[in-house]
């Protein structure tokens, strides 16, 4: 058995993580700012990730087989981790993104002819630019100059690079797929949105010919960072369901469920429209994680249930 820190975790799939590490026999420690308490039974320290002396004091002469950071968003935020916990983990477990691999959120001009689904090798951290490109001391400032969605992807794209750059500790960098579940595991309120609109018969937004993209449920995700933090590789590792889903796909799903049709509105490529509608490709290929001996489920097979918890507590 390890001895594990989860840094985050009080909030939405963190919480079943820290629950599963447990029932697993690991001890169990939780840092946060103090905004939450962990399930029974686990360990907590207070403390704000980005004050690097107060992180020190919390943490004390602590020592850990595995960190499992959960709210690492920005270079600046990687390089203090970097830094704090060198000399005291064996391995560290950053929940990335599939933005990574976003065509419209990347530096450089895209490759319309790249694969899809992307592989673990589509998105380069050591490629991206350096930290100071952007002042990242000030992430509204960053939001403001390139805008919310690139600002989340490039921040994990940069923190990525710090951790795999110049590595002080073996590294897994988890590019998570779009997270589902109904009720409060739709923490997104994305779900939410299209059993909303289509129960109610509004249309819904959609490119013309939106692109298929990669899904997780909630407790698959929290397996999966278990199986993470507990296995022996290092490296980028996505993680999603199989069966990528357009969203046309997930309103006929969502229709299905509540018995109503579903109405929609057309965009233009560019324009903004509901979420998970995509015009650009870049779902995820899953095949290293399942060649590792994960085993993962399909999105058809757990979609239906979210979809009626989403419609129970609306």
């Given at each position: 058995?390890?001895?594990?820190l989860?840094?985050?975790?009080?909030?939405?799939?963190?919480?079943?993580?820290?629950?599963l590490?447990?029932?697993?026999?690991?001890?169990?420690?939780?840092?946060?700012?103090g905004?939450a308490?962990?399930?029974?039974?686990?360990?907590?320290?207070?403390?704000?990730?980005?004050?690097?002396?107060?992180?020190?004091?919390?943490?004390?002469?602590?020592?850990?087989?595995?960190?499992?950071?959960?709210?690492?968003?920005?270079?600046?935020?990687?390089?203090?981790?970097?830094?704090?916990?060198?000399?005291?983990?064996?391995?560290?477990?950053m929940?990335?993104t599939?933005?990574?691999?976003?065509?419209?959120?990347?530096s450089?001009?895209?490759d319309?002819?790249?694969r899809?689904?992307?592989?673990?090798?589509?998105?380069d951290?050591?490629?991206?630019?350096?930290?100071?490109?952007?002042?990242?001391?000030?992430?509204?400032?960053?939001e403001?100059?390139?805008?919310?969605?690139?600002?989340?992807?490039?921040?994990?794209?940069?923190?990525?690079?710090v951790?795999?750059?110049?590595?002080?500790?073996?590294?897994?960098?988890?590019?998570?797929?779009?997270?589902?579940?109904?009720?409060?595991?739709?923490?997104?309120?994305?779900?939410?949105?299209?059993?909303?609109?289509?129960?109610?018969?509004?249309?819904?937004?959609?490119h013309?010919?939106?692109?298929?993209?990669?899904?997780?449920?909630?407790?698959?995700?929290?397996?999966f960072?278990?199986?993470?933090?507990e296995g022996?590789?290092?490296g980028?590792?996505?993680?999603?369901?199989?069966?990528?889903?357009?969203?046309?796909?997930?309103?006929?799903?969502?229709?299905e469920?509540?018995?109503?049709?579903?109405?929609?509105?057309?965009?233009?490529?560019?324009?903004?429209?509901?979420?998970f509608?995509?015009?650009?490709?870049?779902?995820?290929?899953?095949?290293?994680?399942?060649?590792?001996?994960?085993?993962?489920?399909?999105?058809?097979?757990?979609?239906?249930?979210?979809?009626?918890?989403a419609?129970?507590?609306?």
């Amino acid at each position: 058995m390890r001895n594990i820190l989860v840094v985050g975790g009080s909030r939405y799939f963190g919480k079943t993580l820290v629950t599963l590490l447990r029932e697993e026999g690991n001890t169990v420690t939780v840092l946060n700012r103090g905004s939450a308490a962990p399930p029974f039974g686990v360990g907590r320290l207070v403390a704000d990730r980005d004050d690097e002396g107060a992180l020190r004091a919390a943490l004390g002469a602590r020592t850990f087989d595995v960190v499992v950071d959960q709210v690492c968003y920005t270079p600046l935020q990687a390089a203090v981790a970097r830094r704090v916990f060198a000399g005291r983990t064996g391995r560290y477990v950053m929940t990335s993104t599939m933005e990574v691999y976003d065509p419209a959120t990347l530096s450089g001009p895209a490759d319309p002819g790249r694969r899809v689904p992307v592989t673990e090798e589509d998105a380069d951290p050591g490629r991206a630019p350096s930290p100071a490109a952007y002042p990242w001391w000030d992430p509204w400032e960053v939001e403001r100059r390139i805008g919310p969605v690139r600002a989340y992807a490039e921040g994990k794209r940069q923190a990525e690079a710090v951790f795999l750059r110049e590595p002080a500790f073996p590294s897994v960098p988890v590019r998570v797929a779009h997270v589902l579940g109904g009720g409060p595991a739709d923490f997104t309120g994305r779900l939410a949105h299209y059993v909303g609109r289509i129960g109610s018969g509004s249309p819904v937004a959609v490119h013309e010919a939106p692109y298929a993209t990669s899904f997780i449920h909630h407790l698959e995700i929290a397996e999966f960072l278990r199986w993470a933090a507990e296995g022996e590789f290092t490296g980028p590792v996505n993680a999603a369901s199989h069966g990528a889903l357009d969203v046309t796909t997930l309103c006929e799903a969502v229709a299905e469920r509540l018995g109503r049709p579903p109405r929609y509105r057309v965009v233009a490529a560019g324009a903004e429209a509901s979420p998970f509608s995509f015009d650009r490709a870049y779902a995820m290929d899953n095949g290293r994680a399942a060649a590792l001996g994960f085993r993962f489920g399909r999105t058809s097979d757990w979609l239906p249930a979210a979809i009626t918890e989403a419609a129970r507590t609306a």
